[in-house]
């Protein structure tokens, strides 16, 4: 999957981005060099290969240190929410933000 000079100015302008024309012609560069890597890791066979959980495990075992996924902070929203402007049921009210 190759981009154009056209995606990189869309991309750039989702990302609120002002490109001079060198900028986005290493940018396109860049990008099609990343979308190669992957095309050419998603042409490898994979099949029978377990997932990693950490690469140190391929070198040796490693034991896991878990803990109970338990709460151990009491609920403080009335106290986060005391500086706040403006609260309603429990929300954090904002302005809205229009273009």
Do not use: C, W
């Amino acid at each position: 999957m190759a981009l154009t000079p056209d995606d990189v100015g869309r991309i750039a302008k989702l990302a609120r981005l002002e490109l001079t024309v060198p900028e986005q012609a290493a940018m396109l560069q860049q990008l099609n060099g990343f979308f190669s890597i992957v095309e050419r890791m998603k042409a490898i066979d994979t099949s029978g290969v377990e997932p990693l959980y950490t690469p140190l495990s391929a070198v040796h075992d490693v034991a896991l240190r878990l803990r109970d996924d338990v709460a151990t902070e009491t609920n403080q929203r009335e106290l986060n929410q005391r500086s706040a402007p403006a609260v309603e049921d429990g929300l954090f009210l904002v302005p809205k933000v229009k273009e």
